[in-house]
């Protein structure tokens, strides 16, 4: 099992940042790939982006390219997405998930957390 605890949400204007940061623990020996997604109400929820948990490899939505940066810290077995240039739209409940089996917005992921709200006002 991996548990998942995220960090960082908040309310923020629109036009600036925020850092959400996602703990592993447990078996993270076994994680491929982490991802962020996020849902906002009424909406489905969506792939934000991704990384690969050895290689660093990345992976974005089309919505956030050029804005959304994650990183990891292995040492501490934490990712990171670093938001900035937020939007309205941006406004949803972010998730972080663990992959044993990869790290693209399709690949299946096992363990999620239970979600930072981040509110960006207009």
């Known amino acids: 099992q991996v548990q998942l605890v995220e960090s960082g949400g908040g309310v923020v204007q629109t036009g600036g940042s925020l850092r959400l940061s996602c703990a592993a623990s447990g078996r993270t020996a076994s994680i491929y790939g982490m991802g962020w997604f996020r849902q906002a109400p009424g909406k489905e929820r969506e792939f934000v982006g991704s990384i690969s948990w050895s290689g660093g490899g990345t992976r974005y939505a089309d919505s956030v390219k050029g804005r ?3 990183s990891r810290d292995n040492a501490k077995n ?3 997405i670093q938001m900035n240039s937020l939007k309205p739209e941006d406004t949803a409940v972010y998730y972080c998930a663990a992959s ?3 790290f693209l917005s399709y690949s299946k992921y096992d ?3 239970q979600g930072t709200q ?3 006002s207009s």
């Open 118 to 120: 981040v509110t960006v």
């Open 78 to 80: 934490t990712v990171y």
């Open 111 to 113: 363990y999620w957390g």
């Open 100 to 102: 044993s089996v990869g």
């Open 68 to 70: 959304f940066t994650i």
